[in-house]
C-alpha cells in the first residue's frame, strides 16, 4: 500500500507560492497579462499559477521574481524552496493513470486541507467508506475493470481514508442524507458494516457526522452535494468542490464560497445534531438486522 498521506504534500505548496506571486505582482501594480509577457506566456497561464492550479518551472518563477523586484537573498531562497515542495509528485502518483487530472487536483487540496466540509446525498463520504462499500461505489463506475485495477482503485481510497488519522490531518464535518444509510450499495451486508463503521467513527476526535432525516422534508442544499475545504495558511482562500459525472467545478470567488458556506452552515443547522447521530445509526442496524 501506498504510504499515507503525510504533511502539506505539493498541493498547499503550489498554492502558497502562487499566492506569494500574486500577491508581489500585485504590490508592484503590474497586470497578469504583463507579468505573462514577461515569462512568454498568457494572462491565463499566470491566472493559474497563482491559483496553484499548475506545476511551476523554475525559469518562469525566476523571471516572474525579476520582473517584480525580488532581490532579498532570503526572499529568494524561500521561493526556491517552495518551488521543490511544490513540484514534488504527490501521494497519490502510483495510481496517476487511472485518475483524471481534475480528481488528482482535489486529492491535492484535500490533502492540504484543515476543516473538510461535505454534504452528500447519495454515498458515504470517501473518508468514511470501508473497503467494501468502497468496492461496491467504485464497481457502479468501473465495473468493466478487471479484478486488479479494482484493488488498486480500493487501495487508493484505503491510503486516502488514512488522512483523518494522522497527527496533523483535516477535521471532517459531515451531513449526509438519510438516503445514505438506507441505500443497500453492495447489498445489506456491505450496509450493515459500513453503518457500523460510521457508528465507530462517531467516536473520532476529527469527525463530526450529522444526518438530515427523511422527516425534514426540503433542506438548504437540495442542490446536491458540495465540499468545502479550508486550509492552513490566512492567504488561501476556501474552495468549493462539486463532482460531476467526467469532471469536477472549483469555486473560489467570494461569493460563491459565502453561498455555499451559507448553505452548510444551514445544513448544520437543519439536520440532527451530532449528539443524535449515535442513535440514528444503531436505529438502521436493527433495521437492516430484520
Not at 504527490?90 to 483524471?100: D, F, I, K, N, T
Not at 463520504?125 to 461496491?136: D, H
Amino acid at each position: 500500500m501506498t504510504t499515507a498521506p503525510n504533511g502539506g504534500g505539493p498541493t498547499v505548496r503550489r498554492m502558497q507560492l502562487g499566492a506569494r506571486l500574486r500577491t508581489l505582482r500585485e504590490s508592484r501594480g503590474i497586470t497578469r497579462e504583463a507579468a505573462g509577457y514577461a515569462i512568454r506566456g498568457s494572462e491565463s497561464k499566470i491566472s493559474r499559477m497563482e491559483l496553484g492550479r499548475v506545476g511551476f518551472k523554475e525559469r518562469d518563477v525566476t523571471d516572474l521574481l525579476g520582473l517584480y523586484g525580488v532581490d532579498d537573498v532570503r526572499e529568494l531562497d524561500r521561493m526556491m524552496t517552495l518551488l521543490r515542495e511544490a513540484n514534488a509528485p504527490g501521494w497519490w502518483q502510483p495510481y496517476s493513470e487511472l485518475l483524471a487530472p481534475w480528481f488528482q487536483t482535489y486529492l491535492g487540496l484535500e490533502e492540504a486541507s484543515t476543516l473538510i466540509r461535505t454534504y452528500e446525498v447519495q454515498f458515504v463520504p470517501g473518508l468514511l467508506q470501508t473497503e467494501a462499500y468502497a468496492r461496491a461505489v467504485i464497481m457502479l463506475g468501473h465495473g468493466q475493470a478487471d479484478v486488479s485495477e479494482l484493488d488498486r482503485r480500493v487501495a487508493l481510497r484505503m491510503t486516502r481514508r488514512s488522512l483523518l488519522d494522522r497527527p496533523n490531518g483535516p477535521r471532517l464535518w459531515a451531513v449526509i442524507d438519510e438516503a445514505v444509510l438506507r441505500r443497500p450499495i453492495g447489498g445489506r451486508a456491505v450496509l450493515r458494516q459500513q453503518v457500523a463503521h460510521l457508528l465507530d467513527r462517531c467516536e473520532h476526535p476529527s469527525v463530526r457526522l450529522q444526518v438530515i432525516p427523511f422527516l425534514s422534508g426540503g433542506h438548504a442544499a437540495a442542490g446536491g452535494a458540495f465540499t468545502i475545504l479550508r486550509f492552513p495558511s490566512e492567504e488561501l482562500t476556501d474552495t468549493v468542490y462539486i463532482e460531476q459525472l467526467t469532471s469536477a467545478l472549483y469555486l473560489e470567488k467570494p461569493d460563491d464560497v459565502d453561498r455555499y458556506t451559507g448553505a452548510i452552515s444551514k445544513l448544520f443547522i437543519e439536520a440532527d445534531p451530532p449528539s443524535r447521530t449515535p442513535d440514528i445509526l444503531r436505529g438502521v442496524l436493527r433495521d437492516l438486522e430484520d
